[in-house]
């Protein structure tokens, strides 16, 4: 793709969100673009941080891994910050360990154990968003509300996992009014926990399709791939 295709991109990105934000009286910098590179090639990817991207998500741990351990992007390596933002099987728990900053779908107790073992291992804190399901599509992951708060309760007893944020996907809707609820859902979801003593500031939802109205209701992480990169396997 040619460098000022992709500047232009990820300058209108910003300037969208920049303009959400600001609608919604908060400041453009409570949020954070995080650029999903599932499918994107490395050599693309290097074209972004050098139009000055720096976090990316990836949804496969395997993807993940061999970008960010063998040839063109691994150079870049320290520099750069890796999100997973794909469902996590438990053997690949200690591969997502080493490789991300930040796990943004934990959906089950069981998990979080496995995360809290094998960081453990290698004597990190992993940070983790906990994934909430909030509608009832059969093909999402994530924890039903009802559990969220004992799922919680678990993982604030863990030395080697902490809990920052609450992530979700809503269902995939052409109408943005119809998928606004699913974010403000989330935001209250954030706000009840904070009343029961669970500080949760992150909030991981909106995509390229809707992340100015993820942005107005409260999302300090957006996660858009399309938007930046072209739509997967045609770019
Ligand atoms: C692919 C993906 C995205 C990005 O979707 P776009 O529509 O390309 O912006 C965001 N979040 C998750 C969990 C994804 O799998």
């Known amino acids: 793709m040619e460098m000022q295709i992709l500047f232009n991109r990820i300058k209108d990105v910003y300037v969208r969100m920049s303009r959400a934000a600001m609608k919604a009286d908060r400041s453009p910098d409570e949020v954070q673009l995080i650029a999903v590179t599932k499918t994107v090639e490395a050599g693309l990817i290097r074209e972004a941080v050098a139009c000055g991207l720096r976090v990316f998500g990836e949804s496969k741990v395997q993807e993940a891994k061999n970008k960010i351990t063998g040839g063109e992007v691994s150079a870049m390596s320290e520099r750069l910050s890796w999100h997973l933002i794909g469902h996590l099987q438990k053997n690949k728990v200690r591969d997502a360990v080493q490789l991300f900053d930040l796990i943004h779908s934990v959906d089950s107790v069981e998990l979080a154990d496995e995360i809290d073992r094998q960081a453990e291992r290698i004597e990190k804190v992993q940070r983790v968003l906990v994934q909430v399901k909030l509608s009832e599509e059969e093909t999402k992951h994530g924890l039903a509300e009802n559990v969220l708060f004992p799922v919680l309760e678990r993982i604030r007893g863990k ?26 859902r989330l935001r209250e979801l954030r706000d009840s926990a904070a009343a029961e003593g669970f500080s949760l500031p992150e909030l991981s939802m909106g995509m390229s399709h809707d992340f100015e109205a993820a942005i107005e209701e409260g999302a300090t992480m957006v996660r858009v791939g399309t938007a930046i990169f072209g739509e997967r396997g045609l770019q």
Not at 159 to 184: C, Q, W
């Open 159 to 184: 030395k080697h996992v902490t809990a920052e944020g609450l992530m979700t996907i809503p269902p995939f809707l052409d109408d943005l009014n119809s998928v606004r609820p699913y974010f403000i």
